[in-house]
């Protein structure tokens, strides 16, 4: 059974849903991505220079990244409180496991010692 849509959410992929987005501020995100990977690149080859401090440099960039996607792309930022919670709480837990796998394997030592 093929139920028309109505048509204000023709206009876009947020359209309708109790938010406005733009193509301009997806492509602001975008630029902003763009920028953070060049700076990330960046960052990869200057570790002679910087040392130790590039990798929570690049560990914080990509976190940062990831924030982005997923507030503006999924959208998550415009969901109710317990879903921007729920995600928060899996990305903290992803960090903490993925610090106890380093630390096991005796990664964090060598970057941090």
């Given at each position: ?15 309708g ?24 690149v960046?960052?990869s ?28 792309y ?9 879903l921007?919670r ?6 903290v ?9 380093l ?11």
């Amino acid at each position: 059974m093929d139920t028309p849509l109505p048509e204000e959410t023709s206009h876009g992929p947020a359209a309708g849903l109790g938010y406005s987005t733009s193509p301009g501020l997806y492509w602001k995100i975008f630029v902003v991505l763009v920028v953070t990977t060049a700076i990330e690149v960046a960052l990869s080859y200057s570790f002679d220079v910087l040392g130790q401090f590039v990798v929570p440099m690049l560990l914080v960039a990509g976190a940062f990244k990831f924030v982005m996607v997923v507030g503006f792309y999924m959208h998550l930022r415009y969901e109710s409180g317990f879903l921007s919670r729920f995600f928060a709480g899996g990305f903290v837990m992803a960090i903490v496991l993925y610090g106890i796998v380093l630390a096991s394997f005796g990664v964090l030592g060598v970057l941090f010692g």
